[in-house]
Nanobody, 116 residues
């Protein structure tokens, strides 16, 4: 069983930055896609950004130009650099790891709160 663990969330003011990390400690899996999702109060979970094993990235329109996703396969880690944060970015952010021909793995989530 793979258990991703997120870290790096917190409380910041609008315009500031945070860097989220998600690690599948000790995993030997090669993940086809690593991504970040978020869920704000009263809303459904939504995709924020994904990155494939080939380095291709995809971003939600709301975060393009502000967020950057990256991965370190040797460390089984995916990152989300979040710049120019806005109050509407406030949500619980979840890490998602996808194995080819296998299940997805989800983290417990980390809270990001952006004050105005």
């Amino acid at each position: 069983q793979v258990q991703p663990v997120e870290s790096g969330g917190g409380l910041v003011q609008a315009g500031e930055s945070l860097r989220l990390s998600c690690v599948a400690s000790g995993s030997i899996f090669s993940f086809e896609v690593m991504g970040w999702y978020r869920q704000a109060p009263g809303k459904q979970r939504e995709l924020v950004a994904t990155i494939t094993n080939g380095g291709s990235t995809n971003y939600a329109d709301s975060v393009k130009g502000r967020f950057t996703i990256s991965r370190d396969n040797a460390k089984n880690t995916v990152y989300l650099q979040m710049n120019s944060l806005k109050p509407e970015d406030t949500a619980v952010y979840y890490c998602n790891l996808e194995v080819v021909m296998g299940p997805d793995y989800w983290g417990q989530g980390t809270q990001v709160t952006v004050s105005s």
